[in-house]
């Protein structure tokens, strides 16, 4: 039982040392505003989610973000991104842990990550428009942006923003999975 326990904090501080790494490794999507980067720092969260449980996911989303915030700073000086990071990474792994851990296959985690794809991308939507861009605006002591401007940029940018991520991430991490299938079953197995 200890020795589960160590194992299982161990692999997470190494999937959240790897998620910190993978967010400083982002990079814009053509076509959308350049302040939308995208990364693969989801990817070791997901591992974490599936292998031992949705808190695990959650645990590496919040040490990737501290560590972030607390080595790059941000732009606000708030850490209004790392929130928004870290509730769409969530948003995004938790489905995806659910449908796997339930059935098993990879059709339940293909359906999983679809699912979190489509949550991430509504939910965050939604949070932009009345709690994220506002934060930002107040933050940087910019004017307040109109209705119409900041449903625009949602529509335009976010949106298929979290829609493209989501898709991008999907694929990697059904790719990887289709490599670590019997690695991951073995952990499960002892988690």
């Known amino acids: ?94 489905p995806a842990s659910y449908f796997f851990r339930k059935y098993r296959t990879v059709k339940g985690l293909t359906a999983g990550l679809i699912t979190g794809t489509t949550m991430m991308t509504l939910i965050m939507s939604i949070l932009n428009y009345f709690i994220i861009l506002p934060a930002y605006t107040w933050f940087l002591n910019m004017p307040a942006m109109s209705a119409d401007a900041t449903r625009q940029l949602i529509v335009t940018g976010i949106l298929p923003f979290n829609v493209i991520k989501g898709i991008i991430i999907t694929i990697v991490f059904v790719l990887l999975f289709s490599r670590l299938k019997v690695w991951i079953g073995a952990k499960m197995n002892n988690a």
């Open 1 to 94: 039982m200890k020795q589960r326990n160590v194992t299982q904090m161990v692999s997470i501080a190494m999937l959240s040392s790897i998620s910190y790494l993978l967010i400083m490794l982002d990079f814009p999507f053509p076509g959308l505003p350049p302040f939308l980067r995208i990364d693969f720092s989801e990817v070791p969260a997901l591992i974490a989610a599936v292998v031992f449980g949705p808190g695990a996911g959650i645990i590496v989303e919040a040490i990737k973000n501290v560590l972030h915030y607390g080595i790059q700073g941000s732009l606000t000086g708030v850490p209004v991104g790392e929130i928004a990071n870290f509730i769409a990474g969530c948003l995004f792994i938790l």
